[in-house]
């Protein structure tokens, strides 16, 4: 079966980062589209994008983009009783650590982050790119790879996205969905923990798999053939059960 897959990006970079991709799963026979960030706080843009989604089978977020994936399921299925297969890379449900959730960004950090942000947000900009890449051999390379892909954003966008990463919070969103979802981590990730895998795990949730995998946490940017090796294999594994 060849499926209908939209693709949401991370934050920061814009849409192109993905498209390797989204030319990896192509080359599947899938069909797929990919998306930027949204503002999900804003009820107006949130149901654009859940009219959106309702038209594919599989919706896959990277980073910000898989909560922002798990809004949307959540959406449609509270909606229309409908269950998209969701799949989230790099992604961890709630950014910004708290007291339940404590496998994430360090309050201080985040703020720290966005106080750069709003001072020189330029440099800021440049710095994340290099944590996305950070933790392997091929840092300096897979740097030069994601620059080469990165498209400028408007400032209010990523003003958003902030906004989303230091709130969004999806974890009873996952705990309680009843479709199928699927988690792919990486061990040298400097941006979000390996260790949410087995956080999620302990979740329970009864359609819930997770996968960690070696690199960093650009890899569904500069392993595109492996990132779509991953999506592909779990949705066959689906198909057939």
């Known amino acids: 079966m060849n499926f209908s897959i939209l693709l949401i990006t991370g934050w920061g970079g814009g849409t192109q980062l993905l498209h390797p991709l989204q030319q990896a799963l192509e080359n599947h026979a899938h069909r797929v589209e990919v998306i930027n960030i949204f503002d999900a706080f804003d009820a107006a843009v949130l149901q654009q994008n859940v009219a959106l989604a309702r038209a594919y089978d599989v919706i896959v977020g990277w980073s910000l983009g898989g909560q922002l994936a798990a809004v949307l399921v959540n959406e449609i299925e509270k909606k229309y009783a409908e269950h998209k297969i969701l799949i989230t890379l790099a992604s961890n449900p709630c950014f910004v650590a708290n007291d339940f959730w404590p496998h994430a960004m360090p309050v201080a950090t985040f703020k720290a982050f966005k106080q750069s942000f709003e001072h020189d947000a330029i440099?800021?900009?440049?710095?994340?790119?290099?944590?996305?890449?950070?933790?392997?051999?091929?840092?300096?390379?897979?740097?030069?790879?994601?620059?080469?892909?990165?498209?400028?954003?408007?400032?209010?966008?990523?003003?958003?996205g902030l906004v989303l990463l230091e709130n969004l919070n999806v974890v009873d969103i996952l705990k309680n969905y009843s479709g199928q979802q699927y988690h792919l981590f990486a061990m040298q990730d400097a941006l979000v923990p390996h260790q949410v895998s087995h956080d999620l795990q302990n979740l329970a949730a009864k359609y819930l798999n997770t996968d960690t995998i070696l690199g960093a946490h650009a890899f569904p940017v500069t392993q595109p053939l492996m990132s779509s090796d991953q999506i592909c294999q779990y949705l066959r594994k689906i198909q057939s059960s």
């Open 123 to 160: 440099s800021t900009l440049k710095r994340f790119g290099y944590m996305v890449c950070q933790g392997v051999l091929s840092t300096k390379t897979d740097l030069l790879i994601l620059q080469s892909l990165i498209q400028p954003q408007q400032i209010q966008l990523l003003q958003q």
